[in-house]
C-alpha cells in the first residue's frame, strides 16, 4: 500500500484530505507544522507528500532539502497547495522540484487524477533507471537519438523533468526535434496513457472560420457563424494526457493570456459557452526562438514566460553533435532499407553506407538540423545503388548545400609535402568552423594526431 504524509495545520483541511487519501488506497500519516513533519520523516518514507505552503513555522517549500530520494535518482512526488492566487509561490516551487500545486479550496477531482499517477514504490523509477541502462549506451532515448555529451545532457533534463506535472518549454532551432523531445517526455510520464495532442501555433490560418481560441478551447453550437456543432477544443482532447503547443510565441498576446488563465485556474470556457469546464492536461511548450529574446521582443509574454521556464530544455543544433552525425544517418538508412522491405521494393541485401558518404555528413554545417540530414539522406539514398557514396545527388542548388562543398586549395607544383599538409590542415578547420574533432574526420586522422600536427605548425611558425 502507498503511503502519503499530509503537512496541514488547518484541521478541517487535514481531515479531508486524509479521508480521500485512505479511500484511494494510501496510508497517511499527518503532520500541522514543519517541525512535526520532519520528525515524521524520520520514521518512514513517504510515497508521496502533500504539503501547504504556509505553515506556522515557515514555508512548505522549506521541507524539500529534507526529502528523501528514491533510488535510482528518483524525485518524490510533492503536491504543494496552495491559497494564493497569484502563481508566483507555485513557480517557485516548481523549480525546486515539486510535482504539481493545488489552489485551495483543493479541487477534489484533480487531487484524486493527480493521485492515480502516483507510482507504487520504485515503479516508475526503476523503468527510467532500465531505459538509462540499455538504450543510452547505443544512443536511443526513447525517440530521441544520440549520445554525444550534449544530447546526454538533454536526457538528464528530461528524466528529471518528465515524471513532474509542471509545464515544460523547449527551445531549438528549426529541425532540432522538439516534438521528438516532447513525446518523449509524455512517454516517460505518467500520463503515457492519455493521449499526446500536438498542434503548431503558426499554421492558425488567419480568416479561417475555426479562431485560435476555438481552435485551443472549443466552441458550443452556434457561437459563431457556420459552427452548426459543438466542437471540443485542444484543451478538451488533451484531457488526462499531454498537449504540445509548437511555435507558441506565434499565438497574439491575448490567446497567450487565455492559455496562462486556464493553466492557473485550471479551468477554460468553450468560445460561446457560459460554464467553466476543468481541465487536466499538461503543457509542453516549444520555441524557436530563445525565450528570453521572444520575452524580449514582444513575441512571448512575460507571466507565460514565467510559469514555462520553471522547465525548459535547449535542444543543441546538429553542428554541436558532431558524435552525433554519423550515428543518425546510419538509422535513418536502416530505418530507409526497413521500410523498403517491408513494401517489397528490395528483394537484395539492403543498402549500405560508404566511409566518404559519412564523411560527407560530418562535414556539412546543416542549417536544418536533423531534419535537413534525414531529408538528403532520403535523397541520397534513392539515388544510390547497393553502396550510398555521396550527399551531393543534387549539386545544382540543392537544400543544404553548404559546408565543404565549394572550399578547395591550389598547389603549386613543387610545394613541399609538409607545406601542403599545413595548408590542407588550415583549409579544413576553416570550412568547419575551427571544430578539430570534425576537421580530424575529414582529414582521416585522429583528433590527437591533428592535434600534434597544430602543435608543430606553431612550433615552426613561432
Same mark, same amino acid.
Given at each position: 500500500?502507498?503511503?502519503?504524509?499530509?503537512?496541514?495545520?488547518?484541521?478541517?483541511?487535514?481531515?479531508?484530505?486524509?479521508?480521500?487519501?485512505?479511500?484511494?488506497?494510501?496510508?497517511?500519516?499527518?503532520?500541522?507544522?514543519?517541525?512535526?513533519?520532519?520528525?515524521?520523516?524520520?520514521?518512514?518514507?513517504?510515497?508521496?507528500?502533500?504539503?501547504?505552503?504556509?505553515?506556522?513555522?515557515?514555508?512548505?517549500?522549506?521541507?524539500?532539502?529534507?526529502?528523501?530520494?528514491?533510488?535510482?535518482?528518483?524525485?518524490?512526488?510533492?503536491?504543494?497547495?496552495?491559497?494564493?492566487?497569484?502563481?508566483?509561490?507555485?513557480?517557485?516551487?516548481?523549480?525546486?522540484?515539486?510535482?504539481?500545486?493545488?489552489?485551495?479550496?483543493?479541487?477534489?477531482?484533480?487531487?484524486?487524477?493527480?493521485?492515480?499517477?502516483?507510482?507504487?514504490?520504485?515503479?516508475?523509477?526503476?523503468?527510467?533507471?532500465?531505459?538509462?541502462?540499455?538504450?543510452?549506451?547505443?544512443?536511443?532515448?526513447?525517440?530521441?537519438?544520440?549520445?554525444?555529451?550534449?544530447?546526454?545532457?538533454?536526457?538528464?533534463?528530461?528524466?528529471?523533468?518528465?515524471?513532474?506535472?509542471?509545464?515544460?518549454?523547449?527551445?531549438?532551432?528549426?529541425?532540432?526535434?522538439?516534438?521528438?523531445?516532447?513525446?518523449?517526455?509524455?512517454?516517460?510520464?505518467?500520463?503515457?496513457?492519455?493521449?499526446?495532442?500536438?498542434?503548431?501555433?503558426?499554421?492558425?490560418?488567419?480568416?479561417?472560420?475555426?479562431?485560435?481560441?476555438?481552435?485551443?478551447?472549443?466552441?458550443?453550437?452556434?457561437?459563431?457563424?457556420?459552427?452548426?456543432?459543438?466542437?471540443?477544443?485542444?484543451?478538451?482532447?488533451?484531457?488526462?494526457?499531454?498537449?504540445?503547443?509548437?511555435?507558441?510565441?506565434?499565438?497574439?498576446?491575448?490567446?497567450?493570456?487565455?492559455?496562462?488563465?486556464?493553466?492557473?485556474?485550471?479551468?477554460?470556457?468553450?468560445?460561446?459557452?457560459?460554464?467553466?469546464?476543468?481541465?487536466?492536461?499538461?503543457?509542453?511548450?516549444?520555441?524557436?526562438?530563445?525565450?528570453?529574446?521572444?520575452?524580449?521582443?514582444?513575441?512571448?509574454?512575460?507571466?507565460?514566460?514565467?510559469?514555462?521556464?520553471?522547465?525548459?530544455?535547449?535542444?543543441?543544433?546538429?553542428?554541436?553533435? =558532431?558524435?552525433? /552525425?554519423?550515428?543518425?544517418? #546510419? $538509422?535513418?538508412?536502416?530505418?530507409?532499407? @526497413?521500410?523498403?522491405?517491408?513494401? *517489397? &521494393?528490395?528483394?537484395?541485401?539492403?543498402?549500405?553506407?560508404?566511409?566518404?558518404?559519412?564523411?560527407?555528413?560530418?562535414?556539412?554545417?546543416?542549417?536544418?538540423?536533423?531534419?535537413?540530414?534525414?531529408?538528403?539522406?532520403?535523397?541520397?539514398?534513392?539515388?544510390?545503388?547497393?553502396?550510398?557514396?555521396?550527399?551531393?545527388?543534387?549539386?545544382?542548388?540543392?537544400?543544404?548545400?553548404?559546408?565543404?562543398?565549394?572550399?578547395?586549395?591550389?598547389?603549386?607544383?613543387?610545394?613541399?609535402?609538409?607545406?601542403?599538409? =599545413?595548408?590542407? /590542415?588550415?583549409?579544413?578547420? #576553416? $570550412?568547419?568552423?575551427?571544430?578539430?574533432? @570534425?576537421?580530424?574526420?575529414?582529414? *582521416? &586522422?585522429?583528433?590527437?594526431?591533428?592535434?600534434?600536427?597544430?602543435?608543430?605548425?606553431?612550433?615552426?611558425?613561432?
Amino acid at each position: 500500500m502507498p503511503h502519503a504524509l499530509i503537512v496541514e495545520d488547518d484541521p478541517n483541511s487535514l481531515s479531508g484530505l486524509s479521508a480521500i487519501l485512505t479511500a484511494d488506497g494510501f496510508s497517511v500519516d499527518t503532520a500541522t507544522t514543519l517541525a512535526e513533519a520532519r520528525s515524521a520523516l524520520t520514521r518512514f518514507i513517504p510515497d508521496v507528500v502533500l504539503i501547504d505552503l504556509n505553515l506556522p513555522d515557515g514555508s512548505g517549500l522549506d521541507l524539500l532539502p529534507n526529502l528523501p530520494s528514491q533510488p535510482p535518482d528518483g524525485a518524490l512526488p510533492v503536491i504543494v497547495m496552495t491559497g494564493n492566487a497569484t502563481v508566483e509561490s507555485a513557480i517557485e516551487g516548481l523549480r525546486h522540484g515539486i510535482w504539481d500545486y493545488l489552489l485551495k479550496p483543493v479541487n477534489i477531482p484533480r487531487l484524486r487524477r493527480l493521485l492515480a499517477r502516483i507510482p507504487r514504490p520504485y515503479e516508475l523509477t526503476e523503468e527510467v533507471s532500465a531505459l538509462r541502462q540499455t538504450l543510452r549506451e547505443l544512443g536511443h532515448f526513447g525517440y530521441m537519438l544520440g549520445r554525444s555529451v550534449a544530447m546526454q545532457h538533454v536526457y538528464d533534463l528530461i528524466e528529471h523533468t518528465a515524471p513532474t506535472e509542471a509545464a515544460v518549454m523547449i527551445c531549438g532551432e528549426a529541425g532540432t526535434g522538439k516534438k521528438i523531445a516532447a513525446r518523449t517526455i509524455h512517454d516517460l510520464s505518467r500520463r503515457r496513457k492519455g493521449p499526446f495532442v500536438t498542434f503548431d501555433c503558426s499554421a492558425a490560418r488567419d480568416g479561417s472560420p475555426r479562431s485560435m481560441e476555438s481552435i485551443l478551447f472549443g466552441h458550443e453550437r452556434n457561437a459563431y457563424a457556420g459552427a452548426e456543432n459543438r466542437e471540443p477544443g485542444l484543451l478538451e482532447q488533451a484531457g488526462g494526457g499531454t498537449l504540445f503547443l509548437d511555435q507558441i510565441d506565434s499565438l497574439h498576446a491575448a490567446q497567450q493570456e487565455a492559455l496562462l488563465r486556464s493553466i492557473d485556474s485550471q479551468t477554460f470556457m468553450r468560445v460561446g459557452g457560459s460554464n467553466r469546464i476543468m481541465t487536466d492536461f499538461r503543457l509542453i511548450a516549444a520555441s524557436r526562438m530563445p525565450v528570453r529574446e521572444a520575452v524580449a521582443s514582444g513575441a512571448l509574454r512575460e507571466d507565460l514566460f514565467q510559469r514555462l521556464s520553471a522547465s525548459s530544455i535547449m535542444l543543441p543544433p546538429l553542428r554541436e553533435r =558532431d558524435d552525433d /552525425i554519423a550515428l543518425i544517418s #546510419e $538509422a535513418f538508412v536502416d530505418e530507409l532499407n @526497413r521500410e523498403n522491405h517491408i513494401a *517489397g &521494393i528490395t528483394s537484395g541485401s539492403p543498402k549500405r553506407i560508404s566511409p566518404a558518404f559519412l564523411r560527407e555528413c560530418i562535414g556539412n554545417e546543416w542549417p536544418g538540423n536533423v531534419r535537413e540530414l534525414r531529408e538528403r539522406v532520403r535523397r541520397a539514398y534513392h539515388a544510390s545503388g547497393e553502396t550510398i557514396e555521396t550527399l551531393r545527388v543534387d549539386e545544382q542548388g540543392g537544400i543544404g548545400e553548404r559546408g565543404l562543398n565549394s572550399r578547395s586549395v591550389q598547389v603549386t607544383v613543387g610545394t613541399a609535402l609538409a607545406d601542403v599538409e =599545413d595548408m590542407l /590542415i588550415r583549409a579544413t578547420l #576553416e $570550412a568547419v568552423g575551427g571544430t578539430r574533432h @570534425r576537421a580530424a574526420t575529414l582529414l *582521416g &586522422i585522429s583528433p590527437k594526431t591533428l592535434y600534434n600536427k597544430l602543435q608543430r605548425m606553431k612550433l615552426e611558425s613561432s
